[in-house]
Each structure stands twice: as C-alpha cells, then as structure tokens.
Nanobody, 116 residues
Framework: QVQLVESGGGLVQPGGSLRLSCAASGFTVSTYAMSWYRQAPGKGRELVAAIARVGGSTNYADSVKGRFTISRDNAKNTVDLQMNSLKPEDTAVYYC?????????WGQGTQVTVSS
C-alpha cells in the first residue's frame, strides 16, 4: 500500500526552525520526483520546494529561498524539509508529494504555525 506520512510540524516562534519529514512506504522515493507544498487558510496550495528524481536538483519558491532546504534520504526512504528563519507567513499545512509521470501521491499534511 502506497503511503506518505508527514511529521515534524508544530508551533514555533518567528525566527525559529522546524524540520519536516515525509516517510514513504509502498514505493521508493529515489524513483519519484518529490516535493513539498503548503496551503495557508483561505489560499490555494503552493509549491514550496522540489527535488528531481534524476540528479537530485532542487528548486524553491522565491518566498523560501535561502531559508528552506529539501533533502532526500534514499536509505531511510524519506524526504525532509529543513525550515529556518521562519516567518508568520510560513504558517500553513505542509504536504509531501511524489510524482512519476501521471502518478501522484499526497500525504495527509502537517500543520506548521509560526507565532509569538
């Protein structure tokens, strides 16, 4: 059974850090393009960061460049998102996604709240 499970969300003060993790089962993350999306209240889902299936190149939304880092651990079959210098506008539900051709898998999401 294919499954993506996110973890690591929570409440953090502005300027703080969180590390999200996405654990995959039923497939191997090294054979998929992996990405993190987020959805803030009242807004659409937006791409935050992605890592390519081949070569491991990464790309980021302009709003998180220099603050967030996406990484893949093939041995653990996970994809992480390190988030530093968090801002209140980073508050959202964060989702992990796997993509290969027409196949898409989504996780259930994890809440990140940045507030003092």
């Amino acid at each position: 059974q294919v499954q993506l499970v996110e973890s690591g969300g929570g409440l953090v003060q502005p300027g703080g850090s969180l590390r999200l993790s996405c654990a995959a089962s039923g497939f191997t993350v090294s054979t998929y393009a992996m990405s993190w999306y987020r959805q803030a209240p009242g807004k659409g889902r937006e791409l935050v960061a992605a890592i390519a299936r081949v070569g491991g190149s990464t790309n980021y939304a302009d709003s998180v460049k220099g603050r967030f880092t996406i990484s893949r651990d093939n041995a653990k079959n996970t994809v992480d998102l390190q988030m530093n210098s968090l801002k209140p506008e980073d508050t959202a539900v964060y989702y992990c996604r796997a993509e290969a051709g027409w196949v898409r898998y989504w996780g259930q999401g994890t809440q990140v709240t940045v507030s003092s």
